[in-house]
């Protein structure tokens, strides 16, 4: 057993991680579709996205050909509406809610049309929106990520000057960084942050870390108002003996070198074990298994029930081949001249609910062991504690705490996101980014 790198030949590594979602053909294929539309009053897809895009609208402009208009709508609620379309859990979310639904006929392909209208928009490089005669404001915003370009992105809008800090060479946050290379490859997240800048008025430097470039004081002294939009990076640790031997590793990690370093460079065991259920879990262990992985096997400690990822997330992971053991939970990982060889793990029983609402997993006292060579955690993220304290910033267990949807405790400071959520959807970001430009706009005084 070994971890290596390069695996397979370039056309297997280009077959593994195409398009999972691939667009409509033509144009005719997209029209029958968005003419199978109800164009429902009151649509339940509407209120079901977070960012309230008018769902029956840009379906309808679809259908008259208006795909520019069609673009607008969705991009006025969601800048980064072409991402979405390929990363939503739309099953969760606008299709589930969908009105075929109740029918028993499939949902309307809600995404697929999203990205119909996106995708030409950000091909074509249209202009859909014009800024305002600049104000005299500047705003600083922290994180170029989903949250911080969706707030630069109205606030530039309105006449704001927006600067934004990232701490990585490129922007997209989660969406460059974070997820399977088979959703969204990394050079469609660099071409729709260049769509989302090019507004015009938003400079963003790139490799500036907050606590270490800058601190937040030096951003208050020179801006009118400064938006957090930090997100949570940091992997959660499982804490058991054997963590520190080589071979063990976090997803987030994991899915930053596919993305960023390229998929033959990144070392993949032939038996991995991916420890958690969540969307990076799901995204670490197909990866694994599509960079070259004989076997891969998902270890939760709760039952298919409790599961954080959705079913069609399960399905992909399951229809790539591997594995899930359900009612385990990691104890101890054991190595051979300390690389990792097997993998512990206690039989679990569910208990009484916890403060989540899901019955708890409780330790039976039996244990297994899986024989293994790599080990991939996605046990969660941990919010940046010491920045947020060092910052003086109100927090509950290191997420910023916010009034109004992104208030925070120091006057002229505002947060939205994964640092204040713990970790949502792309969606939700972006939403939380409008919310954030809305309170800093009403801050300014500028309408
Ligand atoms: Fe169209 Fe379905 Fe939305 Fe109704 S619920 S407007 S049918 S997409």
């Not at 579709?33 to 309230?52: I, Q, V, W």
């Not at 969406?175 to 071409?191: D, L, Q, R």
Request: with cysteine; glycine share 10%; aromatic share 6%.
């Amino acid at each position: 057993m070994a971890i290596t790198n390069n695996r397979l030949t370039v056309d297997q590594y280009a077959e593994n991680f195409s398009d999972i979602h691939p667009p409509f053909e033509t144009k005719d294929a997209a029209l029958t579709e968005a003419n199978r539309c109800l164009f429902c009053y009151d649509a339940p897809c509407m209120k079901s996205c977070p960012t309230g895009i008018d769902v029956p609208k840009f379906i309808k402009q679809i259908t008259t050909d208006n795909v520019k208009g069609s673009a607008h709508t969705i991009f006025v609620s969601n800048i980064l509406g072409a991402g979405c379309s390929r990363v939503c859990p739309v099953e969760k979310l606008c299709e589930g809610a969908c009105v075929y639904n109740f029918m028993e006929e499939a949902p309307i392909q809600i995404a697929r049309l999203q990205r119909y209208s996106t995708e030409k928009a950000m091909e074509l490089n249209w202009k859909l929106f014009e800024r305002k005669p600049l104000n005299g404001k500047r705003v600083a915003i922290v994180g170029a990520g989903p949250a911080g370009l969706s707030c630069a992105h109205v606030l530039a809008r309105a006449g704001v000057e927006v600067t934004i800090f990232e701490k990585e060479s490129k922007g997209g946050g989660l969406m460059t960084y974070g997820i399977a290379a088979y959703k969204v490859t990394p050079a469609f997240c660099e071409n729709e942050v260049n769509y989302i800048l090019s507004i015009g008025g938003i400079n963003v430097q790139y490799n500036q870390t907050l606590g270490k470039d800058f601190s937040l004081e030096s951003l208050q002294q020179s801006y009118d108002a400064v938006y957090l939009g930090i997100g949570v990076g940091l992997a959660r640790q499982l804490n058991i003996p054997g963590e520190q031997l080589t071979g063990v590793e976090d997803a987030i990690t994991f899915i930053y070198n596919i993305r960023n370093n390229g998929f033959a460079s990144v070392p993949v065991g032939d038996r991995v074990a991916v420890i958690g259920m969540g969307m990076t879990a799901i995204d670490a262990a197909t990866q694994a298994k599509r960079l070259g992985a004989k076997k891969v096997t998902m270890v939760y400690r709760r039952t298919e029930n409790e599961k954080p990822c959705t079913q069609e997330e399960l399905d992909i992971a399951l229809l790539d081949g591997c594995e899930v053991i359900w009612l385990a939970a990691p104890k101890e990982i054991i190595g051979e001249q300390n690389r990792v060889s097997k993998l512990v793990c206690s039989k679990m029983i569910l208990g009484e609910p916890d403060a989540s609402g899901r019955r708890a997993p409780v330790d039976t006292g039996e244990t297994f062991t899986l024989e293994v060579d790599m080990v991939i955690k996605a046990a969660g993220q941990t919010p940046y504690y010491s920045l947020v304290n060092d910052a003086q910033l109100q927090h509950q267990d290191g997420k910023i705490k916010v009034d109004h949807g992104a208030i925070t405790n120091i006057r002229g400071v505002f947060a939205g996101g994964d640092c204040v959520n713990g970790g949502k959807e792309v969606v939700d970001a972006v939403q939380a980014g409008k919310d954030g430009a809305a309170a800093i706009l009403d801050y300014l005084n500028v309408s």
